[in-house]
């Protein structure tokens, strides 16, 4: 079973430059999850989809992040502008969903290592 | 609001002896707890969880172990490994949504 792909794997801007990040989740996954690991820290939820449909987004800077899911399958990340203090990794990660959620594990991707100078 | 927290960043162990990871939390709403390992240029692979109704789970060389009334768990790792060297993240979840704590490094020396 092919795992969560992302692209690129590295990424580097300058500030008040824009950037895009793609996932594409394990087949069959309906629920997909962008996190955010700045160095030092652990994973923090940005935005989670259901197919196609936003189920939370409470911790995502929507003045400069959006990220969509067009026919629940791939998603993409965007930061436009880009500050300095956005350097992290990105992580997208999928599950089954529409299960008991403490057995709908979730699988991370490798990540995106984004340097904002 | 660290709502997670791992309180020792990193510990040395020696191959074949026991590993004991510990993290702490505050928010009591947490359904289940879940920890992942994580090695360098990978994303974290998802290694033990426990309901927040039990108290004690197993699977192999890893036990979690619950303690409600501190709000803490706790990870077991026996006997240690130098393969299991690698970040351990601690996370409380509830409705799908999972709160990491920073992580802890471990090192199994042969």
Redesign the interface.
């Known amino acids: 079973e092919a795992g969560?792909a992302q692209s690129p794997r590295y990424k580097i801007i300058e500030k008040r430059q824009s950037v895009a990040f793609w996932c594409n989740p394990i087949s069959g996954h309906a629920?997909l999850y962008w996190y955010q690991q700045i160095l030092?820290?652990?994973?923090?939820?940005l935005i989670?989809f259901q197919n196609n449909g936003v189920?939370?987004d409470s911790q995502l800077p929507k003045d400069r992040f959006s990220a969509e899911r067009l026919k629940g399958v791939d998603s993409t990340l965007k930061i436009q502008p880009a500050k300095l203090e956005d350097s992290a990794v990105y992580?997208c990660?999928s599950?089954l969903?529409g299960r008991a959620?403490?057995t709908?594990?979730?699988?991370?991707?490798?990540?995106t290592r984004l340097t904002v100078l | 609001d660290q709502q997670v927290k791992q309180n020792s960043p990193s510990l040395s162990v020696q191959e074949g002896r026991i590993s004991i990871l510990n993290c702490d939390y505050t928010n009591s709403m947490f359904d289940y707890f879940l920890w992942y390992k994580k090695y360098p240029a990978e994303g974290p692979t998802f290694l033990i969880s426990i309901s927040s109704i039990k108290d004690k789970n197993e699977d192999g060389r890893f036990t979690v172990f619950l303690n409600k009334s501190a709000k803490h768990l706790s990870l077991h790792i026996v006997p240690s490994q130098p393969g299991d060297s690698a970040v351990y993240f601690c996370a409380g979840g509830k409705s799908n949504k999972l709160t990491f704590g920073g992580g802890t490094r471990v090192l199994v020396k042969p």
């Open positions: 969560v629920t030092g820290q652990g994973p923090k939820l989670q189920v939370d992580l990660a599950s969903g959620a403490s709908d594990t979730q699988y991370f991707g490798p990540g």
